[in-house]
């Protein structure tokens, strides 16, 4: 079982947090239903020495321990931090600094979504990492921490053992990238159709492993494929559109995420098609046409090749509960 702790900041919003407890309650209902053992314990921690601190607008939380005497746990999670707060937020105690030292040197995983950077980016201890963080703040946090490497995108970043976001979707974004890491796309498909806040269609693809590039353009490049899939564009469409030479489109995108276009594009119609397949009741014919495919044979055999199920037993097997 992995333990998950999420860092309570004072003046952080109770909404990014109780997105994380939330998300991690909707996996321990779907591990019950589905028969799987509980995978995933959260602890609340206090970056402070009180346990019981304010959110954002007064919420008083009660967490389980300060930070500096909790025990290890797998990943950290820092929720997003009230703009007005940000520049009063103190660094960590020296104690707690310590236990975010060995977690990080251990290279165990932390998330910080949005602003929740800010505890972590006054240790130095991402120093020269690339962070994603919410596009108001960032020429304010890359004033103050100047040795960090800020971006404002939509989704999420990752550089090493770091996870960033830059907005709520963001945050369920790399959630479920470090889901599907960990339990397999089959489990992290099934808990994004389940989450309350948006439709299908609207949610980011699982694709681990190919947001860990600096390539700004690039990101675009992916973000347009990710909300477009159904749009049938050439190489050369694609690139005019960017401002890339065709070779230069598909040596940047193969150099940053590690496919072609065409294949990360396949991969993004696949996913949203699960998705399709676990929330809804559309046609396999339907969902084919929605994700952009019109022979729906070629359709079928492509799903079955990618995720080793024609659509149907996808369905059967992964359908909601």
């Given at each position: 079982?992995?333990?998950?702790?999420?860092?309570?900041?004072?003046?952080?919003?109770?909404?990014?947090?109780?997105?994380?407890?939330?998300?991690?309650?909707?996996?321990?209902?779907?591990?019950?239903?589905?028969?799987?053992?509980?995978?995933?314990?959260?602890?609340?921690?206090?970056?402070?020495?009180?346990?019981?601190?304010?959110?954002?607008?007064?919420?008083?939380?009660?967490?389980?321990?300060?930070?500096?005497?909790?025990?290890?746990?797998?990943?950290?999670?820092?929720?997003?931090?009230?703009?007005?707060?940000?520049?009063?937020?103190?660094?960590?105690?020296?104690?707690?600094?310590?236990?975010?030292?060995?977690?990080?040197?251990?290279?165990?995983?932390?998330?910080?979504?949005?602003?929740?950077?800010?505890?972590?980016?006054?240790?130095?201890?991402?120093?020269?990492?690339?962070?994603?963080?919410?596009?108001?703040?960032?020429?304010?946090?890359?004033?103050?921490?100047?040795?960090?490497?800020?971006?404002?995108?939509?989704?999420?970043?990752?550089?090493?053992?770091?996870?960033?976001?830059?907005?709520?979707?963001?945050?369920?974004?790399?959630?479920?990238?470090?889901?599907?890491?960990?339990?397999?796309?089959?489990?992290?498909?099934?808990?994004?159709?389940?989450?309350?806040?948006?439709?299908?269609?609207?949610?980011?693809?699982?694709?681990?492993?190919?947001?860990?590039?600096?390539?700004?353009?690039?990101?675009?490049?992916?973000?347009?494929?990710?909300?477009?899939?159904?749009?049938?564009?050439?190489?050369?469409?694609?690139?005019?559109?960017?401002?890339?030479?065709?070779?230069?489109?598909?040596?940047?995108?193969?150099?940053?995420?590690?496919?072609?276009?065409?294949?990360?594009?396949?991969?993004?119609?696949?996913?949203?098609?699960?998705?399709?397949?676990?929330?809804?009741?559309?046609?396999?014919?339907?969902?084919?046409?929605?994700?952009?495919?019109?022979?729906?044979?070629?359709?079928?055999?492509?799903?079955?090749?990618?995720?080793?199920?024609?659509?149907?037993?996808w369905r059967k097997t992964n359908g909601a509960y």
């Amino acid at each position: 079982m992995k333990n998950i702790g999420i860092v309570v900041t004072p003046g952080c919003w109770a909404m990014s947090l109780f997105a994380v407890t939330d998300f991690f309650r909707i996996v321990s209902l779907l591990e019950k239903q589905t028969g799987l053992a509980a995978g995933y314990r959260v602890h609340l921690l206090a970056n402070a020495a009180d346990t019981r601190l304010d959110a954002a607008g007064g919420i008083a939380i009660e967490t389980d321990s300060p930070l500096e005497e909790a025990r290890p746990v797998d990943w950290l999670i820092f929720p997003a931090i009230e703009g007005p707060v940000l520049e009063h937020t103190p660094s960590p105690p020296r104690r707690a600094l310590a236990y975010l030292a060995r977690h990080c040197e251990a290279n165990r995983v932390v998330l910080t979504l949005s602003t929740g950077i800010v505890p972590l980016a006054a240790t130095g201890l991402v120093n020269g990492l690339r962070i994603n963080t919410h596009w108001a703040f960032l020429p304010t946090l890359q004033q103050r921490y100047t040795e960090c490497h800020f971006r404002a995108r939509e989704s999420y970043l990752q550089d090493r053992w770091l996870y960033s976001t830059g907005s709520l979707h963001g945050s369920f974004d790399a959630l479920l990238a470090l889901l599907a890491n960990d339990r397999g796309d089959h489990f992290a498909q099934l808990c994004a159709a389940h989450l309350l806040v948006s439709s299908p269609i609207q949610m980011r693809p699982v694709l681990p492993g190919t947001r860990r590039h600096d390539d700004a353009a690039i990101l675009a490049v992916q973000e347009w494929l990710e909300s477009n899939p159904q749009l049938s564009l050439s190489l050369e469409q694609l690139a005019s559109r960017f401002g890339f030479s065709e070779r230069n489109l598909k040596r940047r995108f193969t150099l940053a995420t590690g496919l072609a276009p065409h294949l990360y594009l396949q991969k993004v119609r696949i996913d949203r098609a699960k998705k399709l397949l676990i929330s809804g009741a559309l046609s396999v014919q339907q969902i084919a046409h929605q994700v952009g495919y019109e022979n729906v044979s070629y359709f079928i055999r492509l799903f079955q090749r990618e995720a080793g199920d024609t659509p149907a037993q996808w369905r059967k097997t992964n359908g909601a509960y």
